[in-house]
């Protein structure tokens, strides 16, 4: 599979899947190149470099980035690589600093990139050295409510064309409040996984009552969460739909309760039933009366690596993905709120987590399975579904007609087929975006 | 020379601090072998109502800055359980579906370094280092170090843990998950 290679690897009429995806040396490093170096990836959020010359370390695919905040306060992405030999000039994870310094022969970068100080300048260099041009590499960086992303492609579209009306969505949780949210993390995990499964699994309600049900069993029974059965689930009214290539899922929430986190229990449901009513007015200005009403994110994905929202899936070789956890916070919720969110979060979702431990073992079978001559040519089937998805009268993308399909994931592995395949940016299409944004929020906030 | 020998352990002598030590070795191992023998509802009778059983994130930061090498309690950790979290750890794996750990885990979980000291209050800080090997399916396996600090209360006469502040050795965790107990 070399450079021009046109990859066809979801049959859209079958649901068949190549699985030579999950485990060709090739294949991978293609994405790295036409996937995670050009579309917009998240790398960290605003909250984690609060103030001027904060500074976190965070990854664009394999390649280390460091997430700065300069003296005037403007957001960059640098790749975290000498210009002279190629060393890293930062080795934390996080930090404050208006410089950055190469430890291997000294060479200095301003936390806007910029080259500063070069030891010898004149006495080893005789005044040749070209200095701006030797700025560490930078990308371009957009935010969404707070989310910073960023992409090594000049010629990515804007990062609201990239989200398009995913963006629709995406805003019942992301940007509901004035105040925005507070990141908190990440934990990281190394998964021998490779990052399209996980990605894929986002929008997996059909694995829930199987791959979950003891915790979730357990979580009925101690905390007073509901059941999780395969009927609860066939019979869910909630919704899939895929939209510009982010696969998300959908609650139609008529009812006037809080979006079902983990952290709601028996106990604390009266305090998100609380918090829900007494910031709506709030949210109702900001997306307009029938989002903040009738419409909750769910389980969702954000190409190509965002996993159940500012997650990330960052992969390292074609059978291993670094996983990050974060938990995301609306900065004017009550602590006792927060509290129960981030309790909900971490328990269930990160290494240790009630939920997430028991997805591990699957999906990495999924991922040796596609190792041998043998196994990787009897392909994935993902028919579930097929027929049964398509325009809303209500809702952006293309909506499953039940909960519990396929379509996202067919979508998903179409969305990047026409990454792989596409020679730039004009190549990979854009839906236009049609949804109607009521409301104030943007997004920037 | 039987007799001398028996007269001078009759009048060993040992400080407080020592008595508390050998009083507690065994029971570091007496939980490790609970553990490792995977008798998890008998290991959580080792730990009070009101526990708190932590473990944060370890951070790369300057030497300067080890204050915040390790994340504080209300930041995101890698696990802050009250005991009905860890119960229903526990009971989870009693479904029979919590694939994570069936077909389980074959830990071996070796506890040294003991360091205890009273508190104030009739407590005792215990700090302790960990190796725990852990090998799972066919061939995943992975070594886990770090330590333990736990306050320890006596409880009817036995000791339980009342605070376990797990710090591991590690800043991107190896492993596919955390699926056993330290």
Known sequence: MGATQTYSVVDPASGKVDRRIFSDQAVYDAEMEKIFGRAWLMIGHESLVPEVNDFFHTYMGEDPVILTRDGRGRLHALLNMCRHRGNRVVRCDDGNATRFMCTYHGWSYGNDGRLEHVPGTSEAYYDALDKPSLGLVQARVETYAGIVFATWAEDAPSLEAFLGDARWYLDTVFNRRDEGMQALGPMKWLEPVNWKTMVDNCSDNYHVPTTHLSSARVQTRYLGRPRLSHKDQFESPNKHVFVNGHALTFREAPDNTPRYVHGISKDTFPLFQAYHEATLPEVERRLGAFRARHVQLGNHSIFPNGVLGFRLALPRGPLQTEFWHFVLLEKGAPEALKHAIRIGSQANNGAAGLFEQDDVDNWRQVTAASKSRLRRRISQDLSMGLGHAGAHPEYPGVVSERYISENNQRLFYRRWEEFMNAESWADIPIAPIIARFEGTATIRG | ?182
């Open chain 2, 1 to 182: 020379m039987g007799k001398h020998a028996s007269a001078e352990a009759a009048t060993l002598t040992v400080t407080p601090r020592q008595a508390l030590w050998l009083e507690l070795m065994p029971f570091y191992i007496h939980e490790a072998w609970l553990l490792d023998e995977r008798k998890f509802k008998e290991w959580l009778d080792l730990f009070t109502d009101d526990v708190l059983y932590f473990m944060p994130r370890r951070k790369n930061v300057l030497r300067r800055e080890a204050h915040r090498e390790v994340t504080p309690l209300g930041d995101l950790s890698l696990i802050e359980d009250d005991r009905r979290y860890l119960e229903m750890r526990v009971a989870r794996l009693d479904t029979g579906m919590a694939w994570g750990e069936d077909p389980p885990s074959r830990t071996r979980h070796l506890i040294g370094n003991l360091v205890a000291e009273p508190l104030d209050d009739g407590e005792v800080r215990a700090k302790t280092a960990f190796l725990v090997y852990r090998s799972h399916l066919e061939t995943d396996h992975q070594l886990l170090a770090g330590s333990r600090e736990d306050v320890l209360r006596r409880v009817k006469g036995a000791w339980k843990i009342a605070k376990r502040t797990i710090l591991l050795d590690a800043n991107v965790l190896l492993d596919k998950n955390l699926s056993i107990f330290l």
